[in-house]
């Protein structure tokens, strides 16, 4: 049975990708900080594994490392948890430095810490490693310097790892506008509804999991018309 880490799992696209995959037969681990809405998310899974708790805490990070850990193997990293930062988005010019660091720590470090402690099970497997990126990345919106730049070192490190790590598959994956809480943040008070919702962007990310392009950067408009070439920016 493949298994997979997830994070964020219990909203928005980390619950719909932790539902497909579960509904596919794969064992999951899976968090998210608040514990209650975790369970509830990932409530009649067959399979998973529930670590609540924050990705920038390396004590937690430990504990899902040993919850896979008990499998020797990882099919798929998921480093889909993520913060907004402030909202409203401020200029650069006022961005709280501290706020910033947060963002860096949850947004980038984390996932690269949590790909440093699973490289053993990921290489064991020939694993894959997807990291949630932005459009945010590659565009510059006023107001998302802080989200953005963190996005684009996610980008990065993705694109490195992938250098590094011929035998995994790395991928940075853009899912577009989604109708959740982390979208409704960057747009407070907006109507949002008009923007897809998270289970619609599943299909291209399993397309990632399941056929294994080349590494690289994806999005997810882009698999889902049919494309599987990555995208340079
Ligand atoms: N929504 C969009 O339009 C959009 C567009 C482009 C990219 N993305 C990216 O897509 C991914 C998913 O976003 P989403 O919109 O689905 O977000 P969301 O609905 O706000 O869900 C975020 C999930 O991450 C968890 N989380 C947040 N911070 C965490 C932390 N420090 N440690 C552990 N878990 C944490 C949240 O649970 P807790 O609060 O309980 O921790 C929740 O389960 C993110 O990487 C985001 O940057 C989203």
């Known amino acids: 049975m493949p298994i997979a880490l997830i994070t964020g799992a219990s909203q928005g696209l980390g619950r719909a990708v932790s539902h497909a995959l579960a509904q596919r037969g794969w064992s999951l681990v899976v968090d998210a900080r608040h514990g ?11 399979d998973v594994t529930v670590i609540p708790g924050d990705v920038t805490d390396p004590d937690h990070r430990a504990r899902l490392t040993e919850a896979v850990g ?7 990293l998921i480093n889909n948890a ?29 996932p690269l810490a949590l790909f440093q402690l699973l490289a053993e099970p990921l290489t064991e497997a020939g694993g894959t490693v997807v990291n949630v990126s932005s459009d945010a990345a590659v565009e510059a919106y006023p107001g998302w ?8 070192g996610l ?23 989604m109708r959740t ?17 998270p289970h619609t962007v599943v299909p291209a990310l399993l397309r990632l999991l399941f056929e294994r392009p080349p590494s690289g950067r994806y999005r997810a408009s882009d698999l889902a018309a049919g494309k599987l070439a990555a995208v340079a920016r």
């Open 82 to 110: 993520s913060t907004l930062g402030v909202s409203p988005l401020p200029q650069l010019a006022d961005y709280s430095l501290e706020a910033l660091r947060n963002v860096y720590e949850t947004n980038v470090i984390a």
């Open 36 to 46: 209650g809405e975790l369970a509830s998310a990932t409530q009649g899974l067959a």
């Open 155 to 177: 980008d990065q490190l993705t694109a490195v790892m992938a250098a590094e790590e011929p035998r995994l598959r790395c991928y940075a994956f853009d899912p577009g506008d």
């Open 181 to 197: 809480q982390m979208h409704q943040l960057a747009f407070p008070g907006e109507d949002i509804s008009d923007r897809p919702e």
């Open 70 to 76: 008990r499998s020797r193997r990882l099919d798929a």
């Open 145 to 152: 310097g802080g989200y953005g730049s963190a996005k684009a």
